[in-house]
Every structure is written in structure tokens, then in C-alpha cells.
């Protein structure tokens, strides 16, 4: 099978995997949002922040090391692990150490418990077999999709069943280290490797990483410094509000697009000697992303009310608002998905720390003004939404110079999906809404209707400029996956 049909099939699988735990999890949300408090999510999303802050300060990038070498060996593959298990366990320590100054620091009593019991994710994640690193560099994901859909339904189960019968958020913080372990266990019964401790190959490794740990924890840090703003300076409601909209917001590119573009690190490292050909994928991608995320991101700025009063109940309205905005951080985090990809199969790992640093020094700056102008949270979320993609845009610039990209094609690519998007959002606006007395029946209708209307106006464009280069390799493409799914289902 071809470079392009493998990659095709592993993002259909990521996508795959994404999708199913995404369906539980949006099922799980219409449940939990109704029993519990915007105040409890407050909770969750601190808990949640601290914890993979910390996964990250000890995220030394074993597995994009794996992935971007061309021979692995089994000294390289116990060196990547054993660093990885010391460095958690040594952040692991500080981090308990830490949990009392970090429950005072937001005025969250509830909160220190909480870390003290999930700190141990990250124990559980360091044990991980690395032969899963090993299935993806050979994109080879279907034992990791089974794996993951049996965590899923069995966290999902006991996170049910022990907040019907407590009503607290306590039974997601369970969830989550449950989840947790029976990936850590299930990756041990997926593949035969069994790790050692080994040192061996550290400085190698330690050359490559250095800066992608860097890369990691500024990365982090600019990621989330507006939930840690908002979580120093609003109330424990709007906390919850803000992080919960920020999620949902987040959900088409966390579950549809990453996974789906997880495998292009290993194809753009195959080709990234041979510019001509790396620079036309490049291209292609970022046209594929904005087939995707133009229509997206208009819908969910266009319907926040009727998207928030579906999925979360009507006592959540409030944050439609900050939902709205928040479909521009949806928007630029899907193409810096792709950016960051080709610049790390391009080892520009230096490059992307300092653009992290920059990132994060002027989006701490402008937010902190506008915080302190006693500002809104919406006007903080809009604020964080257009700084996102005017440093994505910068770094794009960057990256075509680089690549020598076709700007002029680029852009005709993306004209594409942006008029159907506004054609389409016409169309829909035509359709009266409440229809029927249920909202997510309203919700259903309406995204059936506006995304049905958008890929006919689609196909429409594709057949009209059927003859570009890149629509031939999309019309190749979708084939290929049909006959792949033929394969499957025979």
C-alpha cells in the first residue's frame, strides 16, 4: 500500500477512535451538565489544567523521537521509555509538593484533594508500553482503535454510574485515572515488547528533545493562559462556563482533525528531503483542513445558542456568548495542527520554541490588559481567538517562505470552501429556527441541512475545477478510502 493510502487509512482509524470516544463523551456531557454545576466544572477544569501541565513539564517527546527515526532499535526505544518514567516521576514529586500553594493560589478549596488523587495519571501514563509508538510508526492503528474504544466504554460506565448515584463531580476525576490505567494495562496486551530500563542512547536522544520539551511547556502555557486568567479573576460559575464552552468550541478539531493529521508527521519525514513533493502535500493538506474547518467554525459562530441549549440543557445559555467567539480558537488551532507537524518533521523544533515564547509573552500581555480594563469574558475569549490567528498567520507566512509554497494556488484552494461556507450559511439562515419544541432536534436538523447544502455546493466546485492538480489528488483520495472501507467490510 502506497505512502498516501496509509496515511489515509490511519487517519480514518484516529478519526475513528476520536468519533466513538467523542459520541460517548458528548452523551456523558448532556448527562453530566444537567446534574452538575457550573461551579463543579470550574473544579474539573483547574484539576484538568494543573495535571497535563505538569504531564507536560515531563513530556520529553519520546514518541515524535521514535516516530521521526528511520531505524528503531530496541536500545533506542527502553531509552525513550526510561527517560520518560524518570522525568514523571520526579515532576510527579514536585507536583505534590506543590498542591497546596496551587490551591491557594485560585481560591479553590476542593481543588487540592482532586490533584492529589489525579497526580497519579501521570504515573500511569509514564508505564506505557512503547510498543505502541512502534504501531503508529508503522501506521498500524487498529489495535490501538479496539484498545481505545474498550477504555471508553468501561470509564464512561463507572463514570455513570458513580454520578447518578453521588452527583458529584468527584465520578469524572475517577473517570480520567480509570481511563487512564486500562490504557496503560491494555497497551502491554496489544503488543509483545516489554521494556527495560536503559539509558543508553540518552544524549542522542536528549539532542532531539531538549527542545521539544521546551517547545512543550511554553506550547501548554499558550494554550491555556486565557482558562488560567480566567480562572484567577472571574467566579467559580463563570469559570466553569468559560472551559466548558472552550471544550465543546474545541471538539471538531481535538477529535476529528488531530487524529487525522497525526499520521503526517511520519509521511512528512519520509518526504521531507524532497521539497517539490513535500511543499505539494503541504498545500494539499492545509486545503483539506480548510474543507473542514471554514464550514465549521461559520456554523458555530452563527447557531451558539441553539448548539449550547442542546448539548448542555437551557441552564447553560448564559455561555452562548462565550461559545460563539470561541469557534475562532477552533478555527486557527486547526491549521497550527498542520503547521506544527511539517515543522517537526522539518526538525524545526528550535524555531517553534521561540515562536511558543513569543506567543505566549504577547498573549499574556494583551489578555492581562484587557482583564485588568475590567473587561468581560467574552471580550477576553475574542481577544484570545483573534491573537490565535494572527500568530498562526505569521507562522504560516514563515512557513511558506520556507517551503516555497504557491501562495496564489493556496489561495484559490481555500476560496473554495469559504464561498460554499457563506453560501451555504445563507441558506440555512432562510430556515426558521425553533421548529420543533426540542432543541437538539432543532440542532440535528440544522447541521444536517447546513453540512448536507455545503458538501452539494462542494462537489459542485470540485466537478467545475476537476482539472487542478489538487482536486484530481482529492477525488484520488476519497476512492481510495472507499475502497479501503470495501477491504474492511469484506
Not at 48 to 71: A, M, P, R, T, W
Not at 187 to 196: A, F, M
Not at 292 to 307: E, G, V
Not at 460 to 486: A, C, G, M, R, W
Amino acid at each position: 500500500m502506497s505512502i498516501s493510502g496509509k496515511v489515509f487509512k490511519s487517519s480514518s482509524l484516529l478519526v475513528g477512535i476520536r468519533i466513538s470516544h467523542r459520541l460517548i463523551g458528548l452523551i456523558g456531557i448532556l448527562i453530566l451538565a444537567r446534574l452538575l454545576t457550573p461551579s463543579d466544572f470550574a473544579v474539573i477544569a483547574l484539576t484538568s489544567i494543573v495535571i497535563y501541565f505538569f504531564d507536560i513539564l515531563s513530556h520529553i517527546g519520546s514518541e515524535q523521537y521514535i516516530l521521526q527515526k528511520n531505524k528503531v532499535s530496541k536500545d533506542d526505544l527502553n531509552t525513550a521509555w526510561s527517560l520518560d518514567i524518570a522525568l514523571k516521576v520526579c515532576i510527579w514529586l514536585v507536583l505534590i509538593c506543590l498542591i497546596p500553594m496551587i490551591s491557594h493560589f485560585f481560591s479553590q478549596p476542593k481543588l487540592e484533594n482532586t490533584l492529589y488523587f489525579s497526580s497519579f495519571i501521570l504515573l500511569s501514563n509514564a508505564l506505557r508500553n512503547p510498543g505502541l509508538w512502534l504501531l503508529k510508526k508503522e501506521l498500524n492503528y487498529q489495535k490501538i482503535f479496539n484498545l481505545s474504544i474498550i477504555q471508553k466504554v468501561i470509564s464512561f460506565s463507572i463514570v455513570m454510574v458513580i454520578v447518578t448515584i453521588t452527583k458529584s463531580f468527584w465520578a469524572i476525576i475517577i473517570g480520567e485515572l480509570i481511563a487512564s490505567l486500562i490504557f496503560t494495562i491494555g497497551s502491554y496486551l496489544i503488543h509483545s515488547h516489554r521494556p527495560k530500563i536503559s539509558f543508553s542512547q540518552a544524549n542522542k536522544q536528549w539532542r532531539f528533545s531538549k527542545w521539544l520539551l521546551l517547545k512543550g511547556i511554553f506550547g501548554y502555557a499558550r494554550a491555556q493562559i486565557d482558562t488560567l486568567i480566567v480562572a484567577k479573576l472571574f467566579n467559580s460559575s463563570l469559570i466553569g462556563m468559560y472551559h466548558i464552552s472552550r471544550d465543546l468550541a474545541m471538539f471538531p478539531a481535538q477529535n476529528l482533525l488531530a487524529p487525522a493529521i497525526e499520521p503526517l508527521l511520519t509521511a512528512f519525514q519520509k518526504i521531507k528531503h524532497n521539497k517539490q513533493n513535500l511543499e505539494f502535500q503541504l498545500r494539499f493538506c492545509l486545503f483539506i483542513v480548510g474543507i473542514i474547518s471554514f464550514p465549521i467554525a461559520l456554523y458555530l459562530w452563527c447557531y451558539p445558542t441553539l448548539i449550547v441549549e442542546a448539548i448542555l440543557g437551557p441552564q447553560w445559555t448564559e455561555a452562548s456568548g462565550i461559545f460563539k467567539v470561541m469557534s475562532l480558537l477552533f478555527l486557527y488551532f486547526s491549521f497550527m495542527l498542520i503547521i506544527e507537524q511539517t515543522l517537526i518533521a522539518l526538525e524545526q523544533i528550535k524555531l517553534l520554541f521561540f515562536y511558543d515564547l513569543f506567543s505566549l509573552i504577547v498573549i499574556t500581555s494583551i489578555l492581562l490588559i484587557t482583564a485588568l480594563n475590567r473587561s468581560n469574558i467574552e471580550e477576553i475569549a475574542l481577544y484570545r481567538g483573534v491573537i490565535g490567528i494572527v500568530m498562526t498567520l505569521i507562522l504560516l507566512t514563515y512557513l511558506i517562505f520556507f517551503i516555497q509554497i504557491k501562495v496564489n494556488t493556496l489561495i484559490l484552494l481555500w476560496s473554495f470552501p469559504l464561498i460554499a461556507s457563506f453560501i451555504t450559511m445563507k441558506i440555512n439562515q432562510i430556515i426558521p429556527l425553533p421548529l420543533f419544541d426540542y432543541s437538539i432536534i432543532n440542532l440535528l436538523l440544522s447541521a444536517s441541512i447546513f453540512f448536507t447544502v455545503y458538501c452539494l455546493i462542494m462537489s459542485f466546485i470540485i466537478y467545475i475545477f476537476k482539472d487542478l492538480t489538487e482536486i484530481k489528488h482529492f477525488i484520488k483520495l476519497i476512492l481510495q478510502l472507499k475502497i479501503l472501507s470495501n477491504r474492511q467490510l469484506l
